[in-house]
DNA sequence: CGGTTGTTTGAACTGATTCAATCTGTGTGG
DNA sequence: CCACACAGATTGAATCAGTTCAAACAACCG
């Protein structure tokens, strides 16, 4: 996806621009829009759709973020993977193991695998697409992964923050990070505690990293982050 | 990838066989195995591909196992990804942020992405084959991040075993996992020091839940395994 | 045999968890 | 407007899982 100028966290396109900014071809992005399918509100924190039932469904995101997760089957909840506006959830061949909850307020597109199969069957270039896309999302996985098993807890809740001001599109001289995130969501994505992402937050305080204002997030001194974070963007594409 | 009734990890198959296994298309995995390109024995643990340079190449395990690692900047290594034989490593739109290494000795063919390119255009169920193949090593890196973030060393490490006995074939009554890692690679997968791992294993000896010939593990009580990994075959596909 | 690579063990340390309590902000109904 | 409930944020104290450092040991190979 190419980056845009200026989009917030929260913001309202149509998904057919999003599809074209994601680089599919207009005429494609119309088919899709205009497949059947239902355009659903959906609450944050709240079930969507829960793991390990057949779902026979294609989600897209028109505005907000989806978040896909999973559980070690013991309580513990691991975010496994986030979609922004214009990025989709794509069906697989076999039960979902994962379950799905919006991070904000989030208008989805839902349609059936049923109509959304045969215009991929259709379009060629549909089936390259989605590929290049489900790429992405297995490359920012990877980074997540490294994240988690290599890098400190301080490096993975700023590696977060950094790829957050990446997709969401802040732009380089507004410090302001619209932060979507509850600690507790900040924890499910970096395989930590809600009470030490609290700790990591009031460490970069102190050392003037960053400055919070409620939920949201100013960026002090953005060079020092990417450091501490290891963060490079290139895994992004 | 549907489920071999007997290959270890080490076999020795034809691409093409390993291919069709995979649900290609005989005729199909003819063209690819057709395709320019050479076979290469690859050495384990020794430079094979480096992070951070524009690589024009697709890669197809034919025998033995690669893995694709990152490191964090600091020297810390994570081995993000495992490919078997049959799989593929494909090439993305952007230089590639990680490298690849063989775990064991291993026969891959390396072809240009020039000649791989046309054959996929040329051919549509090829985009949509690797296109669900991506999607399954998305799905593979999704377990692994909730390993990483959620499960505690243990668990890590007897899910990575649960995973490799799955996927490199071990039949259900065959207790023997021959298996390929070094402790340090098992450490970089499962994130954390080798230290912790050979402690792990240890314990898992003195549980009476494995034993060890060298590196090879049996698997006395595959049940409790699987139930302290938290392991289940689901995200495999 | 010597060199190299991987495994094993101990002791000290520390980053992160756990548990539990308190505080803050926001929305709701009276 | 206040009282109340609720979700999330904050803090402290105790504990523990996993790291770090360092050294010894074992297996393999030319």
């Known amino acids: 996806m190419s980056k845009r100028s200026r989009a917030a966290a929260g913001d309202r396109i149509g998904l057919r621009d ?34 390990g039932v057949q779902r026979n469904e294609v989600f897209f995101v028109e505005s907000g973020i989806l978040a896909k997760y999973k559980g070690d089957g013991a309580g513990r909840r691991q975010i496994i993977a986030l979609r922004f506006a214009g990025d989709g959830i794509l069906p697989g ?29 259709a379009h060629p270039e549909l089936a390259r697409f989605f590929w290049k896309l489900t790429q992405r999302h297995a490359d920012i996985g990877y980074e997540w992964l490294l994240n988690c098993g290599r890098r400190d807890s301080t490096a993975r809740v700023v590696h977060l923050l950094c790829e957050l001001a990446e997709r969401s599109g802040l732009d380089p001289d507004n410090r302001r990070l619209i932060n979507p995130f ?21 460490d970069l305080e102190r050392q003037g990293l960053i400055r919070r204002e409620g939920r949201d997030i100013m960026f002090e001194d953005w060079d020092e982050l990417r450091r501490v974070a290891g963060f490079s963007a290139a895994y992004l594409g």
Do not use: C, W
């Open 18 to 51: 999003a599809l074209v900014r994601a680089g599919l071809e207009p005429h494609l992005a119309t088919l899709l829009e205009e497949m059947p399918s239902k355009s659903v509100e959906v609450d944050p924190r709240r079930p969507f759709r829960e793991a």
């Open 93 to 121: 061949d076999k039960v979902a193991d994962y379950g799905i909850q919006a991070i904000v307020r989030s208008r989805v597109l839902v349609g059936q695998q049923r109509d959304f199969d045969p215009i991929v069957d």
């Open 182 to 202: 509850t600690q507790q969501q900040i924890a499910d994505i970096t395989g930590q505690t809600s009470v030490n992402v609290n700790r990591v937050f009031a």
